[in-house]
């Protein structure tokens, strides 16, 4: 008898804690990363923009608003650090963009962000813009990790007609031509509906079909708000009172993403997927000044290494975040998505080259230190700026230039001398900023129509190295390398070693064979 009851009682206490087991077990959140384009400091309603973004505030107030999180200041980098988790010296890419005749993609040998979720058991989606090569298929999403694809592979395209045009170099000649795919397959019909409600549409179908026995990663890559300056005039109508023509459509490209953003949060909630939901959104790069995007109170814009090109707008929302409605400024880099991501999976990075981002879901979510204490930008000895850095007050491009040349060095002749300071680059560590060489348009523009008293936009002359302290000076208006020699010395020895194991840039010349006059589309034509 008594044999019996210490049965039961084993039995009864092994139920007990197998159902314990379960309770704890939860399953692999949902993640959702929405990645705008072109989206500036200045754009958002949370920073004081004149636009209106009613979803990303209250989204982002809901979760965790990140006020020291760092991109690239162009498409290609940002999303190939996203996409691999390590810095673009480390794949050859770290020169400018990939273009539409370029044959060349992300390395075959770089394990991809969404093949780690596939491998921990996710069902992986994309939609939007790729943007990471697509001369051969095996560059393409659905060979780089995603179960399905739809959107476009160049960089950018008209809004409704879908189209492409480039100009083929080796052909003395502009081709235009459909940019869109569904999987590996060009998507035709679709012309004369608005990409971001396109993208948003396809994205919430995504929801709305997913089989709940996996859990979801989908990756939405907006075209919003690259140009050109194209947006149904419903979304214009609001803003009227904004007298610069090209802020004032820019302001209706942006409220029609916020409310594509809100849609697909919405659809997450509607089949109950929220709950169980992380979801980051992010720009790619600062905004474009000449295309009505506006970074202000920063220095700098798209195409540089100030902190208008690179301090980016992101935010990390769901009821899985911990504490929730603050205000993160701990160092966090659009590479630490990679390895934050994938454990949050549950998943592994062993199977990835060495990472430079770090896991930083803890630094997010629970508000602790950033494991990040150092960020380099980038090195670039190749580095051209392809537009015009003027402003109404500031003269020309080319006396800025000269500026550059004219104070040289100046006091730093005792320098780290294994350095090139001409070269473009830029890193960060704490609250350091070095930048040496020419790094992009040095300007600051206040929003069109906007006098800022007390704040001059024209900068001082140029210096091939220079020194700021981001956390008191973010605007980058007090140059401090003569005070800090030792600090400048340390980020000069960090630049040489990165550039030491840097790869050979690639960056190759057009490929006449690119040409989509034969099948109308651009794609792969290797």
């Not at 992010?282 to 220095?299: H, K, M």
């Amino acid at each position: 008898m008594r044999g019996i009851q210490c049965t039961i009682m084993l039995v009864i206490a092994t139920l007990l804690l197998l159902n314990a087991l379960r309770v704890e077990a939860k399953p692999p959140p949902n993640i959702v990363f929405i990645l705008a384009d072109d989206f500036g400091w200045n754009d958002v309603g949370y920073h004081g923009s004149e636009i209106k973004t009613p979803n990303l505030d209250s989204l982002s107030a809901k979760g965790v608003r990140l006020d020291n999180y760092y991109v690239q200041p162009l498409c290609t980098p940002s999303r190939n650090q996203l996409m691999t988790g390590r810095y673009q010296v480390h794949t050859g890419m770290q020169h400018q963009i990939i273009w539409p005749c370029q044959p060349y993609c992300v390395p075959l040998g770089e394990k991809m962000l969404p093949q780690l979720m596939r491998d921990a058991g996710y069902a992986t989606h994309m939609v939007g813009k790729w943007h990471l090569g697509m001369y051969k298929k095996d560059c393409l999403p659905t060979r780089r990790g995603f179960d399905s694809y739809f959107g476009y592979l160049t960089g950018s395209e008209q809004y409704y007609t879908h189209q492409r045009c480039h100009f083929i170099t080796p052909l003395n000649l502009t081709r235009c031509a459909l940019d869109l795919r569904e999987g590996e397959e060009v998507a035709s019909g679709y012309s004369g509906i608005y990409s971001t409600e396109l993208f948003a549409q396809r994205a919430a179908s995504i929801i709305q079909q997913h089989k709940v026995n996996k859990p979801l990663f989908l990756y939405v890559a907006l075209q919003a708000v690259h140009s050109p300056l194209e947006v149904p005039q419903r979304y214009i109508a609001p803003y009227g009172f904004i007298k610069d023509k090209q802020r004032r459509v820019y302001a209706g490209m942006v409220s029609a993403m916020d409310e594509a953003v809100g849609n697909i949060s919405r659809a997450l909630q509607d089949v109950g997927l929220w709950n169980n939901t992380v979801l980051i959104f992010s720009t790619d790069n600062g905004g474009q000044t000449l295309e009505g995007g506006n970074n202000w109170p920063l220095r700098g814009r798209k195409w540089s290494l100030w902190e208008g090109g690179v301090r980016g707008v992101g935010f990390v929302t769901g009821p899985l975040v911990e504490q929730p409605g603050n205000t993160n400024g701990e160092l966090i880099h659009i590479s630490d998505w990679l390895p934050t991501l994938v454990n949050l999976a549950g998943g592994s990075t062993n199977g990835t080259k060495q990472l430079d981002g770090f896991n930083v879901w803890d630094t997010i979510s629970k508000g602790k230190a950033s494991p990040r204490l150092e960020l380099l930008h980038n090195i670039d000895p190749l580095y051209n700026d392809i537009a015009p850095c003027t402003a109404d007050n500031t003269g020309s491009e080319q006396k800025i230039l000269h500026s550059l040349r004219r104070v040289s060095l100046g006091p730093h002749q005792d320098l780290h001398p294994s350095f090139n300071v001409s070269i473009h680059a830029a890193i960060r560590y704490g609250n350091w900023k070095l930048l040496t060489g020419y790094p992009g348009c040095p300007l600051w523009f206040p929003p069109p129509g906007v006098v800022q008293e007390g704040a001059p936009s024209t900068p001082a002359p140029l210096k091939q190295v220079m020194l700021f302290n981001i956390n008191r000076d973010p605007e980058e208006r007090h140059e401090l390398s003569a005070q800090h020699p030792n600090v400048v010395n340390l980020l000069l020895k960090r630049l040489e070693h990165y550039q030491k194991e840097a790869l050979p840039i690639t960056f190759p010349p057009d490929d006449p064979g690119c040409d989509p006059e034969r099948t109308g589309a651009w794609g792969p034509w290797e």
